[in-house]
């Protein structure tokens, strides 16, 4: 790949990283439970190993239940690990309370992130996420690809060519998650997937050789298959902690592979079901509304599909969509924007009455207090009434 500007404190990480291996520290990793998140730790995982190092202990939220990010239960997990170096993958930069809580404990933070930047950052000891201030670098890659860059660095750092299939074999992961996470396809993202993509269909996983032989995935061309799978990844069916994305792809059995992306596919059918009952439910409360937004929630709906539902609303209204799941005293939202839209600027705004909020201009999400709600929409109606 060709030389781009450096991201800032990508260096840096990589030497605390060379410093924990040589040194035999504990190494904990934190990533998000969508298919970039997965990507991004698999990546990492796998540089350790080149190494002789390992991972003591990865621990993925369960978004249903513990909403997105860095969480109690994460860290409480982690505890008798401490002291250790604890790298977050895809979440952290929000996390301000979690990560001095963190620190607390006796954990070095790494935080290796792409979402937006809220009023600051937090007392991590490292942070590497393009938006931060001071970096020169492409601002859009996804999780994965940063995690793809780290692990280049890594090997720099041991004085170490990275071998071609290793290369590729990682290439193919942020081929994968950038496309899935919606990433801009341009300049170092465009590399990524023109490069990663070529070798997806003679992947060496048997995890991708299962879902590209899938049965129902035949007579689509390959970004039909492509698009199909990351779906079929970010299906929620979680076995010991670990999403069915980290499961699959780190699978060595491809008979156990081709088991677990049929279950995938299935539970995909079932999925799409759910989402269009969402779908007619939104737009039944909606009939009669003109308003510049849709703000709607429910008991009923699953968290984890509220994202995708929220993506499908944006575009056939052209209006932002916030979406929320309502629980017994807080509320968890994901968010969809037409471009030109900053959702994550509109939440700014709000801040200190919401639990927790970020992600991406057209993409986040959020956690609210119930009693907070409807002010909560009064605010963002004001707000793109304005735009």
Not at 62 to 76: A, F, P, T
Not at 154 to 181: C, G, H, Y
Not at 252 to 259: N, P, R, V
């Amino acid at each position: 790949m060709s030389k781009t500007k450096e991201i800032k404190n990508l260096r840096k990480a990589a030497e605390r990283i060379k410093k924990a291996i040589e040194n035999k520290e504990n190494i904990v990793v934190y990533g998000d439970a969508d298919l970039d998140g997965v990507s991004s730790v698999i990546i990492f995982k796998e540089t350790l190993k080149n190494f002789g190092a390992d991972v003591k202990a990865i621990y993925f939220p369960d978004r249903e239940k513990e909403g997105y990010g860095i969480n109690k239960n994460g860290l409480n997990f982690f505890k008798k690990y401490a002291p250790a170096l604890f790298v977050a993958f895809d979440c952290g930069i929000g996390n301000f309370k979690e990560i001095k809580q963190a620190k607390k404990m006796g954990f070095e933070v790494i935080i290796v992130d792409h979402h937006e930047i809220l009023d600051e950052i937090p007392v991590a000891d490292i942070i590497v996420d393009p938006k931060q201030k001071g970096d020169r670098s492409f601002k859009y890659y996804a999780a994965a690809g940063l995690s793809l860059k780290l692990s280049e660095e890594i090997f720099k750092v041991f004085r170490k060519k990275m071998p071609e299939s290793i290369r590729q074999n990682f290439l193919e992961l942020s081929a994968m998650a950038t496309i899935a996470d919606m990433m801009p396809q341009e300049d170092e993202n465009k590399k990524i997937i023109n490069e990663g993509i070529k070798y997806l269909e003679k992947s060496w996983r048997p995890g991708i050789q299962a879902l590209f032989e899938l049965e129902e995935l035949r007579g689509l061309n390959l970004f039909q298959k492509i698009y199909k799978i990351n779906s079929l990844l970010n299906v929620r069916d979680v076995e010991n902690g670990l999403p069915a994305a980290y499961r699959i792809l780190t699978c060595l059995s491809k008979e156990e592979a081709k088991i677990l992306a049929k279950k995938l596919y299935n539970k995909g059918e079932e999925r799409k079901e759910k989402i269009e009952e969402i779908i007619n439910d939104v737009e039944k409360k909606i009939l009669n509304k003109n308003e510049p937004i849709i703000f709607e929630g429910s008991n009923d709906w699953d968290l984890s599909l509220l994202g995708i539902s929220a993506s499908y609303l944006c575009a056939k209204y052209k209006k932002p969509v916030f979406l929320f799941k309502k629980g017994k005293s807080e509320s968890q939202g994901g968010v969809r924007t037409p471009k030109g839209f900053n959702s994550v600027e509109a939440m700014k705004e709000f801040s200190k009455k919401l639990l927790t909020y970020g992600g991406h201009p057209q993409a986040s999400g959020f956690r609210i207090k119930n009693k907070n709600i409807e002010d909560f929409k009064k605010h963002l109606l004001k707000y793109f009434d304005k735009k």
